[in-house]
């Protein structure tokens, strides 16, 4: 008798109904869990429920280990050009089945239709149409600098990769590791963040209706400390690319260490630093800031959530930036007019919370808006930003992961270079200035992986994103992410006797 593993819920605010896998997606099949464990996914908007899945664990991870495993000689004679149509044609079906995909995601994670809709779905979209370009032409070099040899390098896969995906922006960091490692012909066992499983449980259909074979995409839902922990020690995957936490992302390393030393990419935290130099256009400074702190209700990586002023235009700044702030509508994810839905949890959302009242009782910072709960049901924060914050204080130094922002004054060029870069962190940073030579010095002195100068989060699939310091290892998007799926061999050929 074949598993049915479909689950009818309602989306939104509407009450339509619709059906969700629950199953693990192995081998193009939803299946149960070994064990038969199951673990809720909530509503952040109510709280509630929504569906109960089969929860993943070491068993689980060998199972789908074992399905790419298998996998691997035939996808092996697969040509470049036939998998990267395989990349464009799930791009495809996603983009024919956006509408579901927009509400499912923003159901269980709590981020708005609209931005899901408008960044999130045509980001995934794009991402693996460009990675589907790239799928022939991965090239090694011929070196003929040695008399009497013909040298020449070759880019092989690595095999069965690991890929641990975090809960703030599901389906496009799915898209971000999956056009990579497939345009380079590896096998994938991907996990789930169990706090936003729904949403790549659904990419299964579409990956199955595709054409990929059994066993090359494999999709599990589970926890960290189980199914991520099995991932990162399974002694067959030959790399683990995680996106998450800079806590997370040591414990990975180790086990990865440990195990069988396999390679390792990690996206890790931030605390990014927006510059804002008196001679900005003040109101494009404001709205980027304002994008950069509280897209996604600020659970970003990259958030610019520590802004430095020029003294000059400190309190013109903060009157707009409050005025901007104070515009954010927050409400229901589905609502037409919200700008700022739930945050992802409970958990979330209590940590959050802490920080503010940290901010307002310990680091006597000057709350110019927010620092509340919205609402009485969900986990709704309101907006908040912190004015006269000391560089030593916790909401200076520490990341929230939350739409909260710190603010403080600098003085010279200089000071704020010192200042800007004393974290260990260096995910982001932004300039903001109408002097193109101080854009350039200042960008090239801040210790970070992308800075932006009069923009924020204009992140795009065709430029490499990744961090320095404690923010991590390796480069996602563009070209450079290539380098993180292949291992380059050297092959000699002695054509003397």
């Given at each position: 008798?074949?598993?049915?593993?479909?689950?009818?819920?309602?989306?939104?605010?509407?009450?339509?109904?619709?059906?969700?896998?629950?199953?693990?997606?192995?081998?193009?099949?939803?299946?149960?869990?070994?064990?038969?464990?199951?673990?809720?996914t909530i509503n952040p908007a109510t709280g509630e429920v929504i569906v109960e899945l089969y929860e993943a664990d070491k068993a689980d991870v060998d199972k789908a280990v074992q399905a790419a495993?298998?996998?691997?000689?035939?996808?092996?004679?697969?040509?470049?050009?036939?998998?990267?149509?395989?990349?464009?044609?799930?791009?495809?079906?996603?983009?024919?089945?956006?509408?579901?995909?927009?509400?499912?995601?923003?159901?269980?994670?709590?981020?708005?239709?609209?931005?899901?809709?408008?960044?999130?779905?045509?980001?995934?979209?794009?991402?693996?149409?460009?990675?589907?370009?790239?799928?022939?032409?991965?090239?090694?070099?011929?070196?003929?600098?040695?008399?009497?040899?013909?040298?020449?390098?070759?880019?092989?896969?690595?095999?069965?990769?690991?890929?641990?995906?975090?809960?703030?922006?599901?389906?496009?960091?799915?898209?971000?590791?999956?056009?990579?490692?497939?345009?380079?012909?590896?096998?994938?066992?991907?996990?789930?963040?169990?706090?936003?499983?729904?949403?790549?449980?659904?990419?299964?259909?579409?990956?199955?209706?595709?054409?990929?074979?059994?066993?090359?995409?494999?999709?599990?839902?589970?926890?960290?400390?189980?199914?991520?922990?099995?991932?990162?020690?399974?002694?067959?995957?030959?790399?683990?690319?995680?996106?998450?936490?800079?806590?997370?992302?040591?414990?990975?390393?180790?086990?990865?260490?440990?195990?069988?030393?396999?390679?390792?990419?990690?996206?890790?935290?931030?605390?990014?630093?927006?510059?804002?130099?008196?001679?900005?256009?003040?109101?494009?400074?404001?709205?980027?800031?304002?994008?950069?702190?509280?897209?996604?209700?600020?659970?970003?990586?990259?958030?610019?959530?520590?802004?430095?002023?020029?003294?000059?235009?400190?309190?013109?700044?903060?009157?707009?930036?409050?005025?901007?702030?104070?515009?954010?509508?927050?409400?229901?994810?589905?609502?037409?007019?919200?700008?700022?839905?739930?945050?992802?949890?409970?958990?979330?959302?209590?940590?959050?919370?802490?920080?503010?009242?940290?901010?307002?009782?310990?680091?006597?910072?000057?709350?110019?808006?927010?620092?509340?709960?919205?609402?009485?049901?969900?986990?709704?924060?309101?907006?908040?930003?912190?004015?006269?914050?000391?560089?030593?204080?916790?909401?200076?130094?520490?990341?929230?992961?939350?739409?909260?922002?710190?603010?403080?004054?600098?003085?010279?060029?200089?000071?704020?270079?010192?200042?800007?870069?004393?974290?260990?962190?260096?995910?982001?940073?932004?300039?903001?200035?109408?002097?193109?030579?101080?854009?350039?010095?200042?960008?090239?002195?801040?210790?970070?992986?992308?800075?932006?100068?009069?923009?924020?989060?204009?992140?795009?699939?065709?430029?490499?994103?990744?961090?320095?310091?404690?923010?991590?290892?390796?480069?996602?998007?563009?070209?450079?992410?290539?380098?993180?799926?292949?291992?380059?061999k050297t092959v000699k050929i002695n054509l003397g006797a």
């Amino acid at each position: 008798m074949a598993f049915d593993d479909l689950v009818e819920i309602a989306f939104g605010d509407s009450g339509i109904k619709r059906k969700v896998h629950t199953g693990l997606f192995i081998n193009n099949e939803y299946v149960p869990s070994v064990s038969g464990k199951k673990m809720p996914t909530i509503n952040p908007a109510t709280g509630e429920v929504i569906v109960e899945l089969y929860e993943a664990d070491k068993a689980d991870v060998d199972k789908a280990v074992q399905a790419a495993k298998a996998a691997l000689p035939g996808w092996h004679k697969v040509d470049g050009a036939s998998r990267g149509m395989l990349l464009w044609k799930l791009a495809d079906l996603i983009e024919k089945n956006v509408k579901e995909l927009v509400e499912l995601e923003s159901l269980d994670n709590g981020k708005t239709t609209k931005d899901s809709a408008s960044i999130d779905l045509p980001g995934v979209i794009g991402c693996l149409r460009y990675y589907a370009g790239w799928a022939d032409k991965i090239h090694g070099k011929v070196m003929m600098d040695t008399p009497g040899f013909m040298n020449y390098t070759r880019h092989e896969p690595l095999g069965v990769v690991g890929q641990i995906i975090p809960w703030n922006f599901p389906l496009l960091m799915a898209a971000w590791k999956i056009g990579p490692a497939i345009a380079c012909g590896n096998v994938i066992v991907m996990k789930s963040s169990e706090k936003t499983p729904l949403s790549l449980l659904a990419l299964g259909d579409l990956i199955k209706e595709a054409g990929f074979p059994p066993g090359v995409i494999n999709l599990l839902s589970g926890y960290g400390p189980t199914a991520g922990q099995a991932i990162a020690e399974h002694p067959e995957i030959r790399k683990v690319a995680f996106t998450g936490s800079t806590r997370t992302g040591r414990r990975i390393a180790e086990a990865a260490a440990k195990s069988n030393l396999k390679k390792v990419s990690l996206e890790l935290g931030g605390k990014s630093p927006a510059v804002v130099f008196d001679d900005a256009n003040l109101d494009q400074a404001v709205f980027w800031c304002n994008l950069g702190i509280f897209f996604n209700h600020g659970q970003v990586c990259c958030a610019s959530s520590r802004v430095y002023v020029q003294e000059g235009v400190y309190e013109k700044f903060l009157e707009k930036y409050k005025a901007m702030a104070e515009g954010i509508k927050v409400g229901s994810q589905f609502g037409a007019e919200t700008n700022q839905g739930p945050q992802v949890d409970e958990i979330q959302f209590n940590h959050i919370m802490r920080y503010i009242d940290h901010g307002i009782k310990e680091d006597k910072a000057r709350l110019v808006t927010g620092g509340k709960r919205v609402g009485d049901k969900g986990y709704f924060v309101a907006p908040t930003i912190f004015a006269d914050v000391k560089e030593d204080a916790k909401i200076m130094q520490e990341e929230i992961f939350g739409p909260v922002v710190a603010v403080n004054t600098f003085k010279t060029e200089e000071e704020i270079i010192r200042r800007a870069n004393t974290t260990t962190y260096g995910l982001a940073a932004a300039v903001f200035t109408t002097d193109v030579n101080r854009a350039i010095r200042v960008s090239n002195a801040l210790e970070a992986g992308t800075i932006w100068v009069n923009c924020y989060n204009a992140l795009g699939h065709t430029t490499p994103f990744g961090g320095f310091k404690e923010s991590g290892w390796g480069r996602e998007l563009g070209e450079y992410a290539l380098e993180l799926y292949t291992e380059v061999k050297t092959v000699k050929i002695n054509l003397g006797a």
